[in-house]
């Protein structure tokens, strides 16, 4: 079992930065595939940004250029730095871990950008 807990949310102003980061328990982060997602009310949970085991990564139209993810397997750690925030990134921020059947969900920091 994998637990995965996410820090680093809050509030800003347009314009502002933030970083989460995501701490796996456990011996298979290393191994695995890892992703950032969030939600909006209202909306859908929907994909920000993913890296492979091989630092592949992948954004959605919406954060590129803005949204750096990074992993440090030494620390187990996951990070999402996010620049140039705006009131539409305003959403709960969660953790992904996959590792092929293995499927696990971190609980979410919430992200408020005011206007």
């Known amino acids: 079992q994998v637990q995965l807990v996410e820090s680093g949310g809050g509030l800003v102003q347009t314009g502002g930065s933030l970083r989460l980061s995501c701490v796996a328990s456990?011996?298979?982060?290393?191994?695995?595939?890892l992703g950032w997602y969030r939600q909006a009310p209202g909306k859908q949970r929907e994909l920000v940004a993913s890296?492979?085991?091989?630092?592949?990564?992948n954004y959605a139209d919406s954060v590129k250029g803005r949204f750096t993810i990074s992993r440090d397997n030494a620390k187990n750690t996951v990070y999402l730095q996010m620049n140039s925030l705006m009131p539409e990134d305003t959403a709960v921020y969660y953790c992904?871990?996959?590792?092929?059947?293995?499927?696990?969900w971190g609980q979410g920091t919430t992200v408020t950008v005011s206007s």
């Open positions: 456990g011996t298979i982060f290393r191994f695995s595939s």
């Open positions: 992904n871990l996959r590792l092929i059947q293995q499927n696990y």
């Open positions: 890296i492979t085991i091989g630092t592949i990564t």
